[in-house]
């Protein structure tokens, strides 16, 4: 029978003892260098975050601090480039920490792009956070069309137009000369005299208006065509055929969101053939209607519009069976005309009609126009009521 000596079970039970208390000093170490660990990672979350808050407070103030320049029309010119802004208070004085670079771009139709950058200065690790805001700002005063049909002249209501307005300070009809309805009218007429054999119902004859309603010549107007800014980005309307001779139609596109399409000049759609356009459409010369032509455009917003058809010269509706839809403001300069057997062709305007000169005529169609507050309130559409210091307002935001 072997026997254990007594002192090495004891040198034995050390050894164990020893091996426990390393064992127990490393758990001990661990949960120490996870604890300090743990409190470090949340001091960074929580450094990083109020970083984050800065870099995105400095973006926004850059948005605001070019809106206060361009409202007060003191850039020295389209297009400038502010680096390293940096903000400070006065009571007590103190500078707020970080800094924000600021480019503002050319104005394009009254309205320009602004991208602030927003940076935090150092964070915890060193880096700077960063943080980028843009914005389109419309610059100057938007034109809110007034009238369901205006015209710069002598109008003739024929017996198959009706025009409706069912807003009080919103007439159906306004013209700086005379009015002859011999159709519907349903709200205010504004003009200087007011004669014919129709019906006028919900309103009554007001004062003729002291400005022309309409614009006074096609070159007043906007030009739709050029480059355009939208969400920050500039981009362009599409040029298209003199000639739609097939069922077409138009939409937005990537690099033109807002569905601008034009004409160098005349366009014609052929007989029977469709033309369906989401935008606006743009005819730099005559536009001869043989088909049928359907028209809603984009809303940039929930409180701005597109027009929806500009036409520079006349608009012609040939023979019968024709058809014009606008859901939005219609301008055209030189009149509606109508050529042929009309008596059974329609042009519906839910918007509203701005018409230069020549009013209509030769038209025995129906014609109806409903105004709707919801798609006349264009930006600039008038540029002689463009005010570059009356106002300023954001139309898109990104970060």
Not at 345 to 367: E, W
């Amino acid at each position: 029978m072997t026997t254990m000596n007594p002192s090495r079970r004891r040198n034995r039970h050390r050894g164990i003892a020893l091996v426990l208390v390393v064992m127990v000093m490393a758990l001990a170490a661990i949960l120490g260098y996870a604890m300090l660990s743990g409190s470090a990672v949340q001091a960074t979350a929580s450094s990083n975050a109020v970083a984050a808050a800065t870099a995105r407070a400095q973006a926004e103030s850059g948005i605001h601090y070019a809106m206060y320049y361009l409202m007060n029309d003191t850039l020295p010119a389209p297009g400038i480039t502010w680096s390293n802004v940096t903000f400070s208070t006065v009571h007590p004085a103190a500078t707020i920490p970080g800094n924000v670079t600021i480019v503002v771009g050319p104005i394009v139709n009254h309205c320009c792009s602004v991208v602030a950058t927003g940076s935090s200065g150092a964070s915890e690790g060193g880096g700077a956070v960063t943080r980028t805001i843009t914005a389109e700002v419309l610059v100057g005063t938007p034109l809110q069309i007034n009238e369901a049909g205006a015209f710069d002249g002598n109008v003739t209501v024929g017996s198959t137009f009706s025009f409706k307005s069912t807003a009080a300070n919103v007439p159906a009809v306004s013209s700086t000369s005379t009015v002859t309805n011999n159709g519907a009218i349903s709200g205010n007429i504004s003009a200087a005299s007011v004669n014919g054999s129709g019906t006028h119902t919900g309103g009554t004859n007001i004062t003729a208006p002291s400005l022309s309603p309409a614009p006074s010549s096609s070159g007043n107007v906007t030009d739709f065509t050029q480059k355009y800014i939208y969400q920050g980005v500039v981009c362009t309307p599409v040029l298209i055929s003199a000639t739609v001779s097939s069922n077409t139609s138009l939409a937005p596109t990537p690099s033109n969101p807002l569905g601008i399409y034009y004409t160098a000049g005349n366009l014609g759609i052929s007989t029977g053939k469709t033309l369906t356009v989401n935008g606006t459409l743009v005819v730099q010369g005559t536009m001869n209607n043989t088909g049928s032509v359907s028209i809603t455009p984009v809303s940039p917003t929930a409180s701005t519009n597109m027009p929806a058809l500009v036409v520079d010269n006349k608009l012609t509706i040939t023979g019968a069976s024709r058809s014009l839809i606008a859901n939005g403001v219609v301008y055209v300069a030189g009149g509606i005309t109508g050529s042929g057997a009309t008596g059974t062709s329609t042009i519906q305007i839910n918007g509203a009609l701005l018409v230069t000169s020549n009013a209509v005529s030769g038209y025995s169609g129906a014609m109806s126009v409903t105004y709707n507050s919801a798609s006349t309130n264009i930006p600039n559409f008038d540029v002689t009521d463009w005010n570059p210091t009356a106002g300023i307002k954001i139309i898109s935001w990104s970060e």
